[in-house]
């Protein structure tokens, strides 16, 4: 019988195999789908709240994956690295994500992580850095990314943000939530970031 995980693995890969770019596609043809499910408790989240929100605001290609986590939220196991004392409480009400494949996720995968960040209205995710390459794909726009010393730039929804390893990034978000698409390779999948200046750590 399918279940809601399968049914969020089969919705996640039907969006990256919708966006057209060179990096994207490499990424999704590396990827081993036939992933064994990993049992996991839901874990809910005052970020789950903006779900509502994005699934308005998704553009159509993105809008299947934005509902269908806004449905099911409630049964995911949605998580958070950072603590009130890295980036402050309030940064917690507004900050989480779903890893849906990877170390821990609910699919099992040693070479790759991948899930969902979501990030709250008007809050600053300061730079940080972390061994394994990241490629990021904004579902909602209006968000601004930040990169090694260049400054903050919006990006738009189905934009491909590249990080690659050890570059710092940062985002700032605007008026509106963001829902962003990550995926993880070619370093320790559940590395903690570093974040300058503090012995602080998070992931993403
Ligand atoms: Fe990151």
Same mark, same amino acid.
């Given at each position: 019988m399918k279940t809601v995980f399968d049914e969020l693995l089969q919705q996640f890969q039907a969006y990256l195999r919708s966006v057209d770019n060179a990096l994207v596609r490499d990424a999704v043809t590396r990827i081993g789908w036939d992933m064994p499910a990993r049992p996991a408790e839901p874990h809910r989240l005052?970020? @789950? $709240?903006y779900l509502d929100r994005v699934a308005e605001l998704a553009p159509p290609d993105a809008k299947p994956l934005a509902r269908f986590l806004a449905t099911h939220r409630n049964d995911l196991r949605w998580g958070q690295t950072?603590?009130? $004392?890295?980036? #402050?409480?309030e940064f917690l009400t507004r900050y989480g994500w779903l890893?849906?494949?990877?170390?821990?996720?609910?699919f099992v995968n040693e070479e790759v992580a991948a899930g969902l960040l979501i990030l709250g209205p008007d809050i600053v995710y300061p730079d940080h850095h972390h061994i394994a390459e990241e490629i990021y794909i904004p579902l909602t726009g209006g968000t601004e990314w930040r990169m090694g010393e260049g400054g903050f730039r919006q990006r738009e929804a189905g934009e491909v943000i590249h990080h690659p390893s050890d570059v710092s990034h940062a985002m700032r978000t605007g008026s509106q939530p963001l829902l962003a698409l990550y995926i993880w390779r070619g #370093?320790? @999948? $559940?590395q903690k970031s570093t974040i300058p200046g503090t012995v602080a750590q998070g992931r993403s």
């Open positions: 005052p970020c @789950l $709240a950072y603590s009130a $004392a890295d980036f #402050g409480a890893e849906v494949f990877g170390t821990r996720g609910h #370093g320790p @999948l $559940a």
